[in-house]
């Protein structure tokens, strides 16, 4: 958790609490697909913080598609 923190920051989750960070970026309903190669998740377009979980999950070094 104290990564994602670090990772988040620059937005409003930056000094987020544990349960704050749970809520907006782990109890997510994805759909996965897993290759050889790779995991690929799929986020929901409505999601409310999409744009922070894409900003953390590319500074954690994902590739966007």
Known sequence: MQELRLSARGSECATAQVSTLRERFLKLGVWIERSVRRIVLHLPQSSPY???WLRIARSVGAVPA
């Open 50 to 52: 999409l744009c922070d």
